[in-house]
């Protein structure tokens, strides 16, 4: 009975680890996928944004656009423009000085992309900190059980030890092997996503500096 415990235990342990692992290599395509093909956007946009000969030419290359985070960004600086343009009284967050409610707005908006672009990446930071110490668990609780059958018996040659231990060994190499992948695609997506998160900064600021550049030759 007990060694029907200690089986259970560790399958369970390995099923936890194989759904970490499915779970990490499904995010990991998911998120390459993602990051490729905003870049593919973004660079698409701002060279139809940036060729454009006037605001109102690249305010139409948003409908045109692809849903990006820089189309969103675009997007919601023209937001504040078009408010500020209507005859009537604009709502209370667009009210103040143009350039400083169109930074607060762009701001808000980088805020914005950058929780989306960080969304499934604390599952892998946790993957790969969890994953050891869950097939560490499973190893622990299978060579317990191991020495427990083994001192009952009374036999402790190596060839009674060997099997059990061997076998509940496996859940600690599967933990390392579950936990190298989220750890190395952690890193890397969060580069990417850094990266992303500076470029998007970067037409932020070109933009505010459009803007201020239109309104003073009005």
Same mark, same amino acid.
């Given at each position: 009975?007990?060694?029907?415990?200690?089986?259970?235990?560790?399958?369970? &342990?390995?099923?936890?680890?194989?759904?970490?692992?499915?779970?990490?290599?499904?995010?990991?395509?998911?998120?390459?996928?993602?990051?490729?093909?905003?870049?593919?956007?973004?660079?698409?946009?701002?060279?139809?944004?940036?060729?454009?000969?006037?605001?109102?030419?690249?305010?139409?290359?948003?409908?045109?656009?692809?849903?990006?985070?820089?189309?969103?960004?675009?997007?919601?600086?023209?937001?504040?423009?078009?408010?500020?343009?209507?005859?009537?009284?604009?709502?209370?967050?667009?009210?103040?000085?143009?350039?400083? &409610?169109?930074?607060?707005?762009?701001?808000?908006?980088?805020?914005?992309?950058?929780?989306?672009?960080?969304?499934?990446?604390?599952?892998?930071?946790?993957?790969?900190? &969890?994953?050891?110490?869950?097939?560490?668990?499973?190893?622990?609780?299978?060579?317990?059980?191991?020495?427990?059958?083994?001192?009952?018996?009374?036999?402790?040659?190596?060839?009674?030890?060997?099997?059990?231990?061997?076998?509940?060994?496996?859940?600690?190499?599967?933990?390392?092997?579950?936990?190298?992948?989220?750890?190395?695609?952690?890193?890397?997506?969060?580069?990417?996503?850094?990266?992303?998160?500076?470029?998007?900064?970067?037409?932020?600021?070109?933009?505010?500096?459009?803007?201020?550049?239109? &309104?003073?030759?009005?």
């Amino acid at each position: 009975m007990v060694t029907d415990t200690s089986t259970l235990i560790i399958n369970i &342990t390995l099923w936890v680890l194989t759904a970490f692992s499915v779970l990490t290599w499904t995010l990991i395509v998911l998120k390459v996928w993602q990051y490729w093909r905003q870049s593919l956007a973004n660079r698409s946009f701002e060279e139809r944004f940036w060729g454009a000969s006037s605001l109102d030419e690249a305010r139409g290359e948003i409908a045109a656009g692809k849903s990006a985070p820089v189309v969103r960004l675009a997007g919601a600086g023209f937001d504040v423009l078009d408010n500020a343009r209507q005859n009537r009284p604009p709502a209370l967050k667009y009210r103040g000085d143009l350039l400083a &409610t169109l930074e607060r707005k762009l701001k808000r908006q980088l805020e914005r992309e950058s929780r989306l672009s960080d969304v499934g990446l604390t599952v892998l930071a946790s993957i790969g900190s &969890t994953a050891p110490f869950v097939g560490l668990f499973g190893t622990v609780w299978g060579i317990m059980h191991a020495l427990q059958d083994i001192s009952k018996s009374g036999k402790a040659s190596l060839e009674v030890v060997a099997g059990p231990i061997g076998e509940a060994l496996i859940a600690t190499a599967i933990g390392i092997a579950v936990a190298v992948p989220a750890v190395l695609a952690y890193n890397f997506l969060m580069r990417q996503s850094r990266r992303k998160q500076q470029a998007l900064e970067i037409f932020a600021e070109d933009f505010l500096h459009l803007i201020a550049a239109e &309104t003073a030759h009005r």
